[in-house]
Each structure stands twice: as structure tokens, then as C-alpha cells.
């Protein structure tokens, strides 16, 4: 844990990286071709260069840079020799930290007894860094120094090292009345983990000890704490029962937090022994924590939670509840479910996700007896669980004298049958009058066609049922073709496009435009070409250019349909919408395509914007034709926004050329 002081004045080597590489590349291309030359030297020129007096502060840090890679016990004097420098300390505590050699800790500590301010505190960061253990006594005396900042990175250190010497000296500074004690609390942290990183559990819990007792901000008191029981695991019960009890929330929390982690079926029985001493929001929250834990609660614990005068209990309750997935959870949660109460809805969705097939078997044996809203809740859940066994009951319930279990049985058919018993839903869902059961059943008979395995099979039950049909119920099946899609679908929605009843072929005609790929596209085109009506003309060329403009085609599928739209296109609205295609591919020739539009003043805007979108994504590989073109689009006199734009991408092109 570095404490935050630290973090605002002290640069740790990742931090010295990240900044060394932002100042380097802000360089101009020069610089950073000096900069690439520096890097390959060998490490005696790389120090000649930090012994020049007139060598440039760039080319200092780069060789800096390099020598944490290279350098040598010879670079070691003249680094140290840098860091009294208020720019180039960073720089060489980089280069330092990155030499494996022992003289390199005893440079740092002889600077540390001779800088003061950010430089001391930079020495600091990198003692800890390298994890200098004969640093200690040295870091030691430093705790009490009058900056604070020194203090921070003095502490950070210690914590950095983390032996039991570094131990004791956090101790005792922990011990005196000083206003930095949190920064120091925080390195004791770092220290505690350190040393039980290292198997010393007894030494770092003693340190976590003194800090959670300390007068320190109480998150650090509360890290203290949650590092002690994390260690101490189930002999921390006792401790962690106290932190349940607390009034605090924050140690509540912590409390909480460890409690779903220490393991044990005895610590397991404590927590649940204090869930009828904790008000309401807190007894929901500890519930939540048992039912995360290795070892379950005793089930009769969270049955009685279940009966809660709590509503946040009894759904808490619940939730763990359907973690025990056995006869007794289920029974009881579909009790819940089929309740009237403010947690029945809660309960249905746990049900739905509860795995097994016991809970499969419980609904269906429930429908058996079931009534009213009963059955219309187990029908739904029959449904959402797609509990083939349940089908049988589901078609008997269509003959239930409440309307409501009738629409609830036929929503569940929608996600029960298969292919051979589509013609159920088809027969409900064509019935004349508007009754709602005619709308539930539209709408399983959308759900179960999507669910067929045998698409065409599907297709083919639905195309047989529009013969007989009235002209609305036609273009409800066409509609649910569309859905379907495939060859037996598109072949009867294109047959029905060219109908003599202006209903059925103004839906079909939607539908075509609206089709999930590209296999509608020849059959628009056709529409777009041949049909006497200006209406499905247009309607038929906007669905062939939506095929071209937002599907996945090839490149030169695309092309294609671009030319022919623009042949078969009698209105600008539609060649606008083609031109847009040309951005989908974009290339020097649909750049070139866009721009031969510019003479056309009702187009000259629509191929404006289509060469500026091309052009953006060509800039970095074809700069100088990008240019020409936005200066082509400049000419033209096209104004606004694409205007705008046009020049703003000619500005940066040009930059980049330069």
C-alpha cells in the first residue's frame, strides 16, 4: 500500500517510465531520432554523455534510460552524482533501480544522508524498490523528519522491505504522538502483507494489531482488521463476530466481507446465531453473506428468515434459499412464487433459474391441482423453463373456463411445442375476433416459429395456412415469415408481393424491405424495376439500398448493387441513399465515384459527405489523393457542415505531409 502523500510528491519507477516516455514522445521527429541513436550505445558512452557539462537534459535522461537496461557498476558514481539534480533525479533512480549490483544500495543510502526535500524522498522510493534491508536503521531515523513527504517515503520503504526489523520501526513510530502516523499506518499495512507473504503470520499480525488499535483514519483501521482475521481464519471467530455486532458500517462491511471467506461449518453457526439480534436491512445483508460462504447455513435458519415480517429478509431469504436447489428449497420457493405476497415476484424469477429436474417435476405436479392465478403462474413457469413434460397440461388448460389461465397456457405452448404442434397455435392465432387470446396466441405462435429447428418445415405449415385466410391474418403469417426467413419463407412472401389485394401486398412488400439478409436483394430489385406502382418502386429500391448499406456483403457484391441502384433509382432521394454505399468499401475508386457526383447539384452535397467518410478512412495510406480530393470538394462550393469537414481533413493530411 503506497499512501497517497507519497503518491502526490514521490515518482515510483513505473511512474518514472510512464513520464519519460510522455516527454520523449512529445519530441519533435529529430529528437526522437537522437533519442533512437542514444539508446544503442554501449553503457561507457551512455556515462560520457552524463558526464558532459554541456550535454543537453534529453539526451542525459535517455541515457539514463538505457543504462537501466545496460548499465554496469561504472555508471554507478556518476548516476549517483545526479541525484542532488532536481530534473535528472528521477532519471537516475530509473537507471539505479535497474542495476543488479549491491554498490548501488549503498549509494542510495550515502545519498540519503546527504539530500533533503524531493530528492531525499525520490532516494527513499527507490530504497524501497530494491528492497534494501541494511536500509532500515537509516530509514529509521528518518521517520521523525520534519517533512513530510520524507516521512511518507521513509515509511513507504519499510513497508516496501517488510522484515521484522522494518516491522519494529513502524511499531514505534506508531507508538509516538506524530501527526504523520497515517502514512506510516499505511506502510505497516504493506509491511503485515509483506511479512505474512513470507510466512511470518505471527509477526504480521501483530503489526496488523497495533495498527487497527492506533488513533489512524478508521479505513486503515478497518484494513488492519480485515488483514488480522483473513490470517487468523477461524480463530478469528470471536473477532469476526465483534465486527457483525458493530454499529460502525464501514466495520460491518468488513465484517461481512471476511465472513464470506474464513471457512468452517463452526463459524458458519456463529454468523447464523447473530442474524435475530441485527435490525432487518443488516439480517438481509448477513443472509446474502451465508448463502456466499463454502458451507451453507442451517437450512431451517433461512426457512425461518423465509417467514420474515421483513420483506428485504424474506427476499434475502429466498435468494439463499434457491442455493439449496433440494425438495424442501423448492417447495418452499414455489410456495413463494405462487403467494400473493411482495416477494412472489422475487421467488418466480429464482425460480425460473433454479437448476434440476426436480423443480421441473414439482411444477408439473403442481399444475395437476392448480387453479386460477396459481396455474397461471406455474404455466408461466412451466414455459420459461421449457418443461416439455408440461405440454399436456398446457393444452388442457386451453379449455379452462378463466380467460387469464387460457392466454397463460398459450404463451407457455409458444415455448412448449414443436413442428407438430405448431397447428395449434396457428389454428388460435388466425380465430376471427379480437379476443385477447387471439393476441396471445399472435404472439407465441412468433415465439415458437423463431424456436423451430426445422425452419423450412416451419415455413412451409405457415405458407400452407394462407390460403382461406382473411387478408389481416395473411399479413400476420407473412410477417411472421419475414421472421422465419429461408428459401420456402422468401419464395412465398415474394409470391405475395406481386398480389391483387393492396393489403396483403403493401405487407409484403414492407416485409421484403425489412428481411433479415441479403437473399430478399434480386427480389427488391425486381419490385424496383418492374412494379407499376411508383409506391413499391421506391418502397422496393430503399430496401434493396438497406441490403447494400448495413448487411454483410463482399466488397464487390457491394459495388454491384451501388451501380444497379443508381441505373434503377428515378428519384435523387434514392441515389443519395446509393451514394452512401461507397462508404462501406472505401478505396481510392469509390472515392474517385463519389467525387464524379460533385457536378450534380442535387447530389453534390450526398457525394460530398460520401468522399468525406471515404477519404477519413484512407488519410494515413493515401494522404496525397485524399488531399486532392477535399480540394475538389473545396472547389465545388459545398458549404456547412460537410464543408467543414471536407477542410478540416485537408488541414490534417497537409500537416501530416509536412
Known amino acids: 500500500m503506497f499512501f497517497k502523500q507519497v503518491g502526490a510528491l514521490v515518482c515510483d519507477v513505473a511512474v518514472c517510465a510512464v513520464a519519460l516516455v510522455a516527454a520523449l514522445t512529445a519530441l519533435p521527429a529529430f529528437a526522437q531520432t537522437n533519442a533512437t541513436e542514444i539508446l544503442s550505445r554501449e553503457p561507457d558512452q551512455l556515462v560520457a554523455i552524463l558526464k558532459a557539462p554541456d550535454a543537453p537534459v534529453f539526451e542525459k535522461a535517455k541515457a539514463c534510460q538505457r543504462l537501466a537496461v545496460v548499465g554496469t557498476s561504472e555508471a554507478i558514481p556518476v548516476l549517483a552524482g545526479l541525484l542532488a539534480d532536481e530534473t535528472l533525479n528521477l532519471y537516475a533512480r530509473f537507471a539505479l533501480e535497474g542495476i543488479p549490483d549491491p554498490a548501488v544500495d549503498e549509494a542510495l543510502r550515502k545519498a540519503a544522508g546527504e539530500l533533503q526535500g524531493r530528492p531525499l524522498a525520490g532516494v527513499l522510493s527507490s530504497i524501497g524498490q530494491r528492497k534494501d534491508e541494511q536500509a532500515v536503521d537509516l530509514l529509521r531515523g528518518l521517520l521523525g523528519n520534519g517533512d513530510p513527504a520524507v516521512v511518507a517515503a521513509a515509511a513507504d520503504a519499510l513497508g516496501q522491505i517488510g522484515t521484522s526489523e522494518a516491522a519494529g520501526a513502524l511499531k514505534k513510530a506508531l507508538a509516538k504522538d506524530t501527526a504523520q502516523k497515517a502514512p506510516i499506518a499505511d506502510a505497516a499495512l504493506a509491511c503485515a502483507g509483506n511479512l505474512a507473504a513470507a510466512g511470518d503470520t505471527a509477526e504480521a499480525v501483530a503489526l496488523y494489531e497495533i495498527v487497527a488499535q492506533a488513533d489512524v483514519p478508521k479505513h486503515l483501521r478497518s484494513d488492519a482488521l480485515g488483514g488480522k482475521l483473513r490470517l487468523l481464519k477461524g480463530d478469528a471467530k470471536d473477532l469476526l463476530l465483534e465486527q457483525i455486532r458493530s454499529e460502525d458500517d464501514e466495520f460491518f462491511n468488513l465484517g461481512l466481507a471476511v465472513a464470506r471467506e474464513i471457512p468452517g461449518s463452526d463459524v458458519t453457526a456463529a454468523l447464523a446465531g447473530e442474524l435475530k439480534k441485527l435490525p432487518p436491512d443488516r439480517q438481509a445483508r448477513l443472509l446474502e453473506a451465508l448463502g456466499d460462504r463454502a458451507e451453507p447455513p442451517p437450512l431451517s435458519t433461512v426457512v425461518a428468515a423465509t417467514k420474515s415480517d421483513s420483506t428485504q429478509v424474506r427476499e434475502a431469504a429466498l435468494g439463499v434459499l434457491a442455493r439449496f436447489n433440494d425438495a424442501e428449497a423448492v417447495a418452499i420457493l414455489l410456495d413463494a412464487a405462487l403467494s400473493d405476497g411482495d416477494v412472489a415476484a422475487s421467488a418466480r424469477e429464482l425460480v425460473k433459474r433454479l437448476e434440476g429436474n426436480a423443480v421441473d417435476t414439482a411444477i408439473v405436479a403442481r399444475l395437476e391441482s392448480a387453479d386460477g392465478q396459481a396455474k397461471v403462474v406455474l404455466l408461466d413457469l412451466a414455459g420459461a423453463r421449457r418443461i416439455t413434460a408440461a405440454e399436456p397440461a398446457a393444452q388442457s388448460a386451453l379449455a379452462d373456463s378463466d380467460p387469464a389461465v387460457q392466454s397463460a397456457a398459450i404463451a407457455a405452448l409458444g415455448q412448449l411445442v414443436e413442428l407438430d404442434g405448431l397447428e395449434l397455435l396457428i389454428s388460435r392465432a388466425l380465430a376471427s375476433g379480437d379476443s385477447p387470446q387471439t393476441a396471445a396466441a399472435k404472439a407465441a405462435l412468433r415465439t415458437a416459429a423463431l424456436r423451430m429447428g426445422d425452419r423450412e418445415g416451419c415455413a412451409a405449415l405457415l405458407a400452407a395456412n394462407l390460403q382461406g385466410a382473411g387478408a389481416e391474418n395473411q ?12 428459401k420456402e419463407a422468401l419464395e412465398t412472401v415474394v409470391a405475395n408481393a406481386n398480389s391483387d389485394d393492396a393489403a396483403i401486398k403493401d405487407g409484403a412488400t414492407r416485409i421484403l424491405g425489412e428481411w433479415v439478409n441479403a437473399d430478399a436483394a434480386p427480389a427488391l430489385l425486381d419490385i424496383a424495376q418492374n412494379d407499376s406502382e411508383a409506391k413499391y418502386r421506391i418502397r422496393a429500391l430503399r430496401g434493396y439500398l ?3 448499406r448495413q ?7 457491394r459495388l454491384e448493387m451501388f451501380h444497379t441502384a ?8 434514392e441515389k443519395q ?3 452512401d454505399v461507397l462508404t462501406r468499401i472505401p478505396s481510392l475508386a469509390t472515392l474517385e465515384l463519389a467525387l464524379s457526383h460533385l457536378e ?7 457525394a460530398a459527405q460520401a468522399a468525406v467518410r471515404i477519404g477519413g478512412k484512407l488519410a494515413g495510406s493515401e494522404p496525397q489523393a485524399v488531399a486532392q480530393a477535399m480540394q475538389k470538394i473545396a472547389e465545388s462550393g459545398v458549404g456547412g457542415n460537410v464543408g467543414t469537414a471536407a477542410q478540416q481533413l485537408l488541414e490534417r493530411v497537409q500537416a501530416a505531409a509536412n
Not at 475 to 486: D, F, I
Not at 551 to 557: G, N
Not at 566 to 573: G, V
Open 551 to 557: 448487411l454483410q456483403l463482399p466488397e464487390e457484391a
Open 566 to 573: 443508381m441505373e434503377a433509382a428515378q428519384r435523387d432521394e
Open 600 to 606: 450534380q447539384p442535387a447530389l453534390k452535397e450526398a
Open 577 to 579: 441513399l446509393a451514394l
Open 475 to 486: 399479413v400476420y403469417l407473412l410477417e411472421v415469415l419475414g421472421r422465419v426467413s429461408g
Open 546 to 548: 438497406r441490403v447494400a
